[in-house]
């Protein structure tokens, strides 16, 4: 029996909740640890890792069946690496107070394990265009989780989002929070809640189920 495809808008939404790099699959967690200290580094960074997985998956998807199999690691990374760069010195060019905050994590980004990851499990075995919607949803899921992360820790940490306060000066700083205790801590309690969120979402869905099954005996 052939294998069902899933559709090009459940590829996307897969990466924003069900299949979402940090709160499901727990991928890339160092970045997503060390530099959310804050909205704007988050989403930094959350950029700059889609950016490279787009651009990666577009170019292995392109020539997956030229790569040869006995190389294909070797040449994902190279295609990586390539982008990494791209985005290394236009950071440095463009935005260098943003740049120096998320230091060495940007070209760390060749290794992070979920770029290399869709590349080796999904831009390989799939034609461009869904390897790009899957790369969108991917990076689209990694960026929302990381700037939702900074920007709790800001919130809590100085008071602002984004550089805007919105706590009042009452308010005491959590400096936990912008230590990486705070990170570990935030991010746990963001795992727990996405973990409750699910399992309520499995129960409801199950019960819809035995309603639907009951419904079609009683006709």
């Not at 939404?13 to 959310?36: H, I, S």
């Amino acid at each position: 029996m052939a294998k069902k495809q899933v559709s090009i808008g459940n590829e996307f939404v897969k990466g924003l909740w069900d299949q979402n790099p940090v709160l499901r699959a727990l991928l890339g967690l160092c970045p997503v640890l060390a530099v959310t200290t804050s909205a704007v580094n988050g989403l930094g960074m959350g950029l700059a890792t889609t950016f490279v997985l787009v651009c990666a998956s577009l170019i292995i998807s392109l020539a997956r069946k030229l790569i040869p199999a006995q190389v294909r690691i070797a040449s994902f990374i190279v295609v990586i690496a390539t982008f990494v760069t791209i985005v290394d010195l236009t950071m440095k060019a463009k935005f260098p107070a943003l740049s120096k905050s998320l230091g060495a994590f940007i070209p760390l980004i060749v290794v992070n394990c979920l770029i290399l990851g869709r590349q080796e499990a999904f831009a390989s075995k799939n034609n461009p265009f869904r390897s790009l919607v899957d790369a969108l949803g991917m990076g689209a899921g990694f960026a929302a989780t990381l700037t939702v992360l900074g920007g709790i820790r800001e919130l809590l940490g100085n008071r602002t989002v984004f550089g805007v306060q919105i706590l009042p000066d009452v308010w005491e700083p959590w400096i936990v929070m912008i230590l990486p205790a705070g990170a570990f801590l935030t991010l746990g309690l963001m795992l727990g809640a996405a973990n409750l969120i699910s399992r309520r979402r499995e129960r409801i869905a199950v019960r819809m189920a035995r309603a639907a099954a009951l419904n079609e005996r009683t006709v």
